[in-house]
């Protein structure tokens, strides 16, 4: 198992899923946004149409036959957009994500199938790392300890009183 190559075809295998996930949402967002219109297609049409159809159409065809063919127009105009929103695909960079996905799963269950490496070559680079991020900084902390536990020769403190008698010497 490489790990460093383990590491690169899981950023790879990320990226394409983020690739293919926008791609989706917003194949998803079209196609909802034309089902939407369609929607509000169909209900104002049934609506205004609807009403001027049947004033239109009551007389010649009387109040049912004119009800029914304003409801079969609606009907139709709503059934139109729906098959275009049906008929929607998604763009090339979902299938190019896809593809991408589908190279870096493959990657992936080469570089894990590859045979062990022995358990020991991996001992010096985990106790380096022991070293490097836990020692030596706990080194580093005992010594400015040491350090900070000897005072510094501090002047002696100021009082108050001191400075005003040194200020009416000088006047």
């Given at each position: 198992m490489?790990?460093?190559?383990?590491?690169?075809?899981?950023?790879?295998?990320?990226?394409?899923d983020a690739v293919v996930a926008d791609s989706y949402v917003r194949y998803a967002l079209r196609k909802g946004a034309l089902y939407l219109l369609a929607c509000l297609l169909a209900m104002t049409s049934l609506v205004l149409l609807g009403?001027?159809?049947?004033?239109?159409?009551?007389?010649s065809m009387?109040?049912?036959?004119?009800?029914?063919?304003?409801?079969?127009?609606?009907?139709?105009?709503?059934?139109?957009i729906a098959l275009a929103a049906m008929f929607q695909r998604p763009g090339?960079?979902?299938?190019?994500?896809?593809?991408?996905?589908?190279?870096?799963?493959?990657a992936l269950e080469q570089n894990v199938s590859a045979p062990l490496i022995n358990p020991a070559a991996y001992a010096y680079p985990a106790t380096?790392?022991?070293?490097?991020?836990?020692?030596?900084?706990?080194?580093?902390a005992l010594i400015r300890s040491l350090k900070s536990?000897?005072?510094?020769?501090?002047?002696?403190p100021v009082a108050l009183n001191e400075i005003d008698a040194v200020d009416d010497t000088k006047e």
């Amino acid at each position: 198992m490489d790990l460093p190559n383990l590491a690169r075809d899981l950023d790879k295998l990320a990226t394409a899923d983020a690739v293919v996930a926008d791609s989706y949402v917003r194949y998803a967002l079209r196609k909802g946004a034309l089902y939407l219109l369609a929607c509000l297609l169909a209900m104002t049409s049934l609506v205004l149409l609807g009403l001027a159809l049947y004033w239109l159409l009551e007389q010649s065809m009387g109040p049912i036959g004119a009800a029914a063919l304003i409801a079969i127009i609606g009907c139709l105009l709503a059934a139109i957009i729906a098959l275009a929103a049906m008929f929607q695909r998604p763009g090339r960079e979902f299938s190019m994500g896809l593809e991408n996905r589908r190279a870096s799963i493959a990657a992936l269950e080469q570089n894990v199938s590859a045979p062990l490496i022995n358990p020991a070559a991996y001992a010096y680079p985990a106790t380096e790392a022991l070293i490097t991020s836990v020692i030596l900084p706990l080194m580093g902390a005992l010594i400015r300890s040491l350090k900070s536990s000897h005072p510094k020769t501090a002047e002696k403190p100021v009082a108050l009183n001191e400075i005003d008698a040194v200020d009416d010497t000088k006047e």
